[in-house]
């Protein structure tokens, strides 16, 4: 099989940051943000699909705070990693604005056309509540895809963490584990509201479950 070019991988992280962005803020908009069980499900399948279809081609990161954590552990170059994520973004504004086209403005504006947002508790809880999700997160990508010893569940296992993640986060700060999907929807509605939340906690939680991870649990795996 010949090797997949830069192009083909940018692409396909530009569409699988699509899919979940669209599904997961969608599903929040057709619910109105009431049906937690719902919003959950919708992020896990729309994120297993992501990643099963993208990762023989890109790797399936679909998520900033994932190549950032491959960087860390030195799977990725630092440019390939700078056109990932700008490929994510891409994909999850372009999501945005769609979302703006399909759904009744009304319903969009009432819960922020899907974007995260904190509820209830300070905003160092919630920095520290997107790092420790996004280390779950990132704990089961290298558990289930990542480590050569890992079950043959990547995408699936992946998802679960997701949406087990949203059933506790959700409430509080959106859980977005993704700065790509946070940034999506602020971009298309012109709200910033603690954007930079669903930047620090992700990144943090992500790269500190990378390296642990690869130095801890994988070191004498090749």
Known sequence: MSEVDLGQKLLVEAIGTFILTFIG??????????????????HG??????VSATMNISGGHINPAVTLGMLATRRISLPH???????????AIIAGYTLMAVFPTEMGKAVGW?????HQISIPQAILFEAIMTFLLLFAVFGTAVDPRAPKIAGFGI?????????????????????????????????????????????????????LYHYAIMKNQT
Request: net charge negative.
């Open 25 to 42: 803020a969608g599903s929040i908009i057709a619910t109105s943000g009431n049906t937690l069980i719902v919003i959950a499900l919708a």
């Open 45 to 50: 399948l729309a994120l297993s699909i992501a």
């Open 81 to 91: 990693a700078a056109t990932y994520i700008v490929a994510q973004l891409v994909g």
């Open 114 to 118: 899907g974007a995260p947002s904190v």
């Open 159 to 211: 998802g679960l963490t997701i949406a087990m993640d949203i059933m506790a986060g959700g409430p509080f700060t959106g859980a977005a584990m993704n700065p790509a999907r946070a940034i999506g929807p602020m971009v298309a509605s012109l709200n910033f509201t603690d954007w930079y939340v669903y930047w620090i906690g992700p990144i943090a939680g992500g790269v500190i479950a990378a390296l």
